[in-house]
């Protein structure tokens, strides 16, 4: 079955600073990749997504970039702001496997 | 867009006792529906999953179950509780045409 890595499992950075988070699959089938941000208590909510047939996409301060060859994609927050703190979780496959979660901690 | 109902949102069981959490789907026809169990300040676990009623496939072994007795209704089960099964219970769902899951608000289950 899938197996989605994901690191690190902590990230502090300043107000400002880029974040990068990484995240790893084993199964080549996968073609469909979330993000997921999740405040303290609350449930998790989708950020933004990449199909197999893309190599990377934009929303504003957000982009996700997919490199299928090496199975693995990444998680892209320019101009963090405090509100960005959260954990995130990316997934992987039809039936989603998740990783186990990066807290950001953006400090102004 | 789909909406997700989850209830109830906060319970506190004894050891042994029974659960029911129910979810049910609006919005959306024959949908895929999922279970995920997050224990304090971990990750997401996958549960169960169905892609129609009577279909229930099981991730993890457990003294948990779950059942579709409608299109849009899922429903977690166990008949008798442990401390383990402490955590945020998510129901989710997904369009049988589609891969984007959506979750509903959760359920925070403490077992004492």
């Known amino acids: 079955g899938e197996n989605v890595e994901q690191h690190p499992s902590t990230l502090s950075v300043q107000e400002g600073d880029s974040a990068v988070i990484k995240c790893t699959y084993s199964?080549?089938?996968?073609?469909?990749f979330p993000w997921y941000k999740q405040e303290l208590g609350k449930r998790p909510q989708l950020i933004i997504d990449?199909?197999?047939?893309?190599g990377e996409k934009k929303d504003q301060r957000i982009a996700v970039t997919l490199n299928k060859t090496a199975k693995h994609f990444s998680l892209h927050i320019t101009e963090t702001q405090p509100e960005d703190s959260a954990v995130y979780f990316c997934?992987?496959?039809?039936?989603?496997?998740f990783g186990a979660g990066t807290r950001l901690a953006v400090h102004p | 867009s789909q909406t997700i109902h989850q209830w109830p949102a906060t319970l506190v069981q004894p050891v042994g006792s029974p659960l029911s959490l129910e979810c049910t789907v609006e919005?959306?026809?024959?949908?895929?529906l999922y279970w995920y169990r997050q224990a304090a300040g971990r990750g997401l676990q996958l549960l169960f999953y169905?892609?129609?009623?009577?279909?229930i496939s099981s991730e993890v072994p457990q003294n948990l179950s779950a059942s579709r007795p409608q299109d849009r209704q899922f429903i977690l089960s166990s008949k008798k509780l442990l401390l383990s099964d402490s955590g945020f219970y998510l129901c989710?769902?997904?369009?049988?045409?589609?891969?984007?899951?959506?979750f509903g608000e959760g359920s925070w289950l403490t077992v004492v």
């Open positions: 919005g959306t026809s024959n949908p895929n």
């Open positions: 199964d080549s089938a996968s073609n469909y």
């Open positions: 169905s892609v129609g009623i009577g279909q």
């Open positions: 997934a992987a496959r039809g039936v989603l496997i």
């Open positions: 990449i199909r197999s047939n893309v």
């Open positions: 989710a769902s997904s369009p049988a045409t589609g891969n984007t899951i959506y």
